[in-house]
Nanobody, 124 residues
Framework: QVRLVESGGGLVQAGGSLRLSCVAS????????MGWFRQAPGKAREFVAG????????YYVDSVKGRFTISRDNAKNTVYLQMNSLKVEDTAVYYC?????????????????WGQGTQVTVSS
């Protein structure tokens, strides 16, 4: 049974930092693409960042480039999202996701597995 468990969300002031973690279990993820999506109240879920587990190639939405960094730890089967210089508009529930046949990283549909989400709130 595949499980993705996120942690690390919370309340932070604008300009602050948080690191989200996603522990993956239940199978080998070496061929997978891992992603972070977010959903703010009243808005559609949007892609934030992605990483190809095998190559380490990373992808970001333009609004977080230079502020967020996605990485993975093979030994811990964990994906991280380091978020710096947080803005009020980054407030959302952040979801970790995994997919084995993800061609377009920014498209949520190919991802097979989703975590329960972790709330990130940035205050002004």
């Amino acid at each position: 049974q595949v499980r993705l468990v996120e942690s690390g969300g919370g309340l932070v002031q604008a300009g602050g930092s948080l690191r989200l973690s996603c522990v993956a279990s239940g199978r080998t993820f070496s061929s997978y693409t891992m992603g972070w999506f977010r959903q703010a109240p009243g808005k559609a879920r949007e892609f934030v960042a992605g990483i190809r587990w095998s190559s380490g190639t990373t992808y970001y939405v333009d609004s977080v480039k230079g502020r967020f960094t996605i990485s993975r730890d093979n030994a811990k089967n964990t994906v991280y999202l380091q978020m710096n210089s947080l803005k009020v508009e980054d407030t959302a529930v952040y979801y970790c996701t995994a997919g084995d046949r993800v061609d377009v990283v920014t498209n949520s549909r190919p991802y097979e597995y989703w975590g329960q989400g972790t709330q990130v709130t940035v205050s002004s």
